[in-house]
């Protein structure tokens, strides 16, 4: 599908997201429909089950895809991984998010809009 509308960012659906995560963790070279997405929408957990690893992480970037973790709640985490290398952190708390982007030197308000001070 991205053939037909190559300005749309698109993510790898679920059996895709699978085989990335099998891959990274048993080290195997993906099958090259992993690499359709130009994000990767990683959950940290499905319920009990940790699912993120920073394998993960390695291994979607040599793939030139970029990974966004979901669902991240608390600031210790969040250091953890952007130290590791995502690329964006979904979270039900920007509040938190921001105050750990302002710490690291990493936010950047967007251009054009009046933000409170930090």
Do not use: C
Not at 20 to 32: C, H, K, N
Not at 101 to 110: N, S
Request: glycine content about 6%; cysteine-free.
């Amino acid at each position: 599908m991205q053939h037909a509308v190559p300005d749309v960012t698109t993510a790898p659906g679920w059996r895709a997201l699978t085989t990335l995560i099998a891959a990274s963790r048993s080290y195997a070279r993906p099958p090259a429909r992993v690499a359709s997405g130009t994000f990767a929408h990683v959950p940290l957990r499905l319920g009990r089950v940790p699912i993120y690893a920073e394998r993960v992480v390695r291994r979607a970037h040599a793939l030139d895809i970029r990974v966004a973790v979901w669902t991240v709640n608390d600031q210790p985490t969040m250091h953890t991984l952007l130290d590791a290398g995502v690329d964006a952190i979904i979270t039900d708390h920007p509040d938190l998010l921001r105050e750990v982007l302002i710490a690291r030197g990493q936010w950047a308000p967007l251009r054009g809009r009046r933000t409170a001070k930090a």
